[in-house]
């Protein structure tokens, strides 16, 4: 457990209060759990259920079994029959049944009455609430076009019919958190593969994990295949300019100065190149362009990029023969969470081309793309609105974007400029953008030139506090949610579901019910005209093996080998093969292949800030669950003891980070933790939303010093360009 400056709890203490068994009088407990469950749902006492569902507190989707004693769900425990999630459930996922009971939860439709953000609100019942937001919707389509009308849908097996809802309702300004998360990375891999690949990571025997935190950062299963696969001999580099815990545990650590990743691997390639350590077989046949490639990287000496990224040149060189002699079992493992450079599809590209050069596309403990099963679907159909514009909002903002996520920091500034047309309504579900999207002011800037925002959460997140209409969202151990299939590992890729363990509380209304209603009210019932369960039925209807398994386990598991299963296939690229040089790029005014511009300096006494995680927050989503908050009560900076000094601040001082995009205040956790030229901070913390009770005046937001810039080619947000300063206050 991280050290923390509001006293650790020991992990026996933390399993104890998860444990509804235990006497939690603290927490409140099983007193509050019944409490707050109405009498009508309770059942007799003896009355003991085990169900099936699939945690919902991060994306991971672990399959668990819920006990529900008397009405009310006691106790959490991992499914092991969920090979995916390897028998695990982390300490978030232990802490969902206080989601659940959170009295904190949103309890019914609530309409803003004073100014934005003042935390006025008129209770609504769900028929005023449905009516008011049609109209609005209604309104501001026919207005402007059906286009001013932007819609959001974070991480949920419900999005789909949020996405559904905007095509039918005419909008195709659709956008997720994803372009806050990975579309860099995406966008590199599949640009070089054709593919997003899945790092085999319990087979490899040597991993470079840059800018990934993989024992904090939970991904299942590569979080815990990591430890079996290092266990088996598999040697871990950790670069990462904070000593997280993953790089506590890898074998080496290097503290890589931010942003010169490229540096390092454009001189991994130089020595795989220049002592010819690839396999010349795969490299003829499956690339494209190595020639160009090779003197490409000729200028890029170890000796070069020792200086740039504070890593030895004899260490690099070293890692490069080592990295040959365990390939094809030997990774860069591509990451995850890629919003941090301006160039980070070119950052991710040159993760890829070394992984081509080490030969280990689709061989075990390389880069694998597992089977994944295809489900049905409900065939649908949208009107067309002939009075749309021609694009999207934010098109033409970044090179090369993907059309259907676009990109959340272009979309935000076309919607403030009004350019080149306006957006005046903004449905976001499940998202919380106001914590999550770089340069919170502007996302404040960004609302207030709204004419109408709704929100549909569980609590009143900052996003919500700034809407106009908030509506009230079942947990996923109320919901019953649609199949979903998951890739996951060599292993465990599979299928799983959710159906509801306890009946929603409140008067909370899954997302599918409420665009159904909205959809009736516009007229546009006919393409609505489903329930979840048919929905389910028509994805599952030519797979009666997936119904049964997840009947029976609660999770279907494919399995079986997920090597050398695309040997003699083309690849999905303009040339076939995998792209070392990328003529697209070329074509479209972009280096073909990744040319390295150092980051900007960092001043002295001035700082990059930089975004990560810990084991126990969901991003911003779960610093106010009352058993997750017992670990971590208020966010800190934490800075390098010599600039600490040199500025005279002490270990629990309070200090002011400030950047040009806004500023905070939270304690000083002065630790050799991070570089002297670095520093960083939780997220989910210095909210404004007087609806989270136990964080609310806590720590600082991350969001609010964080500059919006964006990776140039994806649109992906880079949030670690912001240069701060600190003072002690
Ligand atoms: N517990 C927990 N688990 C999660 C999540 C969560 O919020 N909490 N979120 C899930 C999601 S949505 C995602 S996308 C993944 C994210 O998984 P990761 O991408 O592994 O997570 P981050 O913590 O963002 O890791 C980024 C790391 O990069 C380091 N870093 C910063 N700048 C640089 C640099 O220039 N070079 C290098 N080499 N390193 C740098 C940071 O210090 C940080 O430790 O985690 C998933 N799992
Ligand atoms: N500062 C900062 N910014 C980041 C990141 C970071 O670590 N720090 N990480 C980046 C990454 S990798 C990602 S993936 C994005 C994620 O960005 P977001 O999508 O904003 O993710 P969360 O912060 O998890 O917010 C999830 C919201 O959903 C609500 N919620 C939770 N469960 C339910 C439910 O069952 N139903 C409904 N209706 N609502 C629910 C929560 O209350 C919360 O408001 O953020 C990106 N931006
Ligand atoms: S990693 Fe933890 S929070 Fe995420 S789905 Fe799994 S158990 Fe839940
Ligand atoms: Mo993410």
Request: net charge positive.
């Amino acid at each position: 457990m991280s050290a923390n400056m509001n006293g650790a709890m020991s992990r026996r203490r933390f399993l104890q209060l998860c444990g509804a068994a235990t006497s939690a009088a603290a927490l409140g407990g099983p007193r509050i759990l019944h409490a707050l469950v109405p009498k009508a749902q309770k059942g007799s006492v003896d009355q003991v259920q085990d169900h099936f569902s699939a945690c919902d507190m991060c994306f991971n989707k672990c399959g668990l079994i819920a006990r529900v004693e008397d009405g009310v769900v006691k106790k959490l425990d991992p499914n092991p029959k969920s090979l995916k999630s390897r028998g695990m459930l982390c300490a978030r996922g232990n802490a969902s049944i206080k989601q659940l009971y959170d009295p904190d939860r949103l309890k019914y439709p609530l309409l803003r009455k004073g100014a934005r953000g003042e935390g006025k609100w008129q209770r609504l019942s769900w028929d005023q609430a449905l009516d008011y937001a049609a109209e609005q919707l209604d309104r501001i389509g026919n207005e402007y076009t059906r286009c001013g009308f932007l819609f959001m849908a974070g991480t949920d097996m419900q999005s789909t019919f949020v996405h559904h809802f905007a095509e039918v309702y005419g909008s195709y300004n659709v956008i997720s958190h994803e372009s806050n998360c990975l579309l860099s990375r995406n966008r590199a891999f599949l640009d070089t593969y054709g593919v997003v690949p899945t790092p085999d990571v319990i087979h490899s025997k040597y991993i470079i994990m840059p800018g990934a935190n993989r024992f904090e950062a939970l991904v299942t299963p590569d979080s815990i295949d990591l430890m079996t696969a290092m266990q088996d001999g598999c040697k871990l580099v950790v670069l990462d300019p904070r000593f997280t815990k993953t790089a506590a545990l890898a074998d080496e650590w290097f503290a890589i100065k931010p942003g010169t990743d490229m540096a390092f691997f454009l001189a991994i390639a130089n020595v795989l190149v220049a002592e010819e350590l690839y396999d010349k077989k795969f490299l003829a046949e499956k690339t494209h362009g190595f020639a160009k490639l090779r003197s490409h990287v000729r200028r890029y000496t170890p000796d070069w990029a020792a200086a740039e990224t504070d890593i030895a040149a004899a260490d690099i060189r070293r890692m490069a023969r080592e990295l040959a002699a365990a390939a094809p079992a030997a990774m860069v493992y591509p990451g995850r969470r890629s919003s941090d450079y301006r160039d980070s599809t070119q950052i991710r590209r040159s993760y890829a081309i070394v992984n081509a050069l080490l030969g280990n596309w689709d061989r075990q403990g390389g880069l694998i793309v597992p089977q994944k099963i295809k489900t049905g679907s409900i065939p649908t159909d949208a009107p067309f609105y002939d009075d749309n514009p021609d694009d999207r909002v934010d098109a033409g903002r970044a090179r090369m974007m993907f059309d259907e996520e676009g990109s959340f920091k272009h979309t935000r500034d076309a919607v403030i400029e009004g350019k080149p047309y306006p957006v005046k309504g903004w449905f976001t579900y499940k998202t919380n953008p106001m914590q999550t999207g770089a340069n919170r002011n502007k996302t404040i800037r960004m609302i207030n030139s709204l004419e109408f925002m709704m929100t549909v959460d569980i609590t009143m997140s900052d996003t919500a506090w700034m809407a106009d209409l908030v509506l009230p969202a079942p947990s996923y151990l109320e919901r019953q949610d649609p199949v979903s299939a998951f890739l996951a590992s060599s292993a465990c890729s599979g299928v799983l579901t959710r159906d509801p363990i306890v009946p929603a509380m409140f008067e909370s209304k899954p997302v599918f019910w409420i665009v159904k209603q909205l959809a009736e009210r516009l007229d546009l019932a006919e393409h609505f005209d489903f329930t979840i369960e048919d929905y389910r039925n028509a994805q599952l209807a030519k797979l009666p093996q997936v119904a049964k398994a997840l009947k029976n386990d609660g999770v279907y598991n494919i399995v079986g080998h997920s090597h050398g299963i695309h040997e003699g296939k083309p690849f999905k690229t303009r040339s076939k093969k995998i792209e070392l040089f990328s003529s697209r790029y070329a074509d479209n005014g972009i280096d073909p292949m990744p040319v390295y511009n150092p980051p900007k300096t960092v001043p002295r006494d001035h700082f990059r800030i930089v975004v990560g995680r810990n084991a126990y927050i969901t991003q911003s989503a779960s610093t106010n669950n009352a058993l997750l908050w017992e670990l971590e009560h208020e966010n800190s900076l934490w800075i390098h003891p010599a600039p600490a000094q040199r500025l005279g601040i002490r270990h629990g001082d309070t200090v002011e980070v400030k950047s040009t995009a806004g500023r905070g205040r939270l304690k000083a956790r002065v630790t050799e933790d991070s570089r002297p030229d670095t520093v960083y901070m939780d997220t989910g913390f210095g909210v404004i939303s007087k609806g989270l009770s136990k964080i609310y005046g806590k720590g600082a937001c991350i969001a609010e010093v964080l500059e919006d810039q964006a990776d140039e080619i994806s649109g992906n947000m880079a949030m670690h360009e912001t240069i701060v300063s600190v003072r002690k206050v």
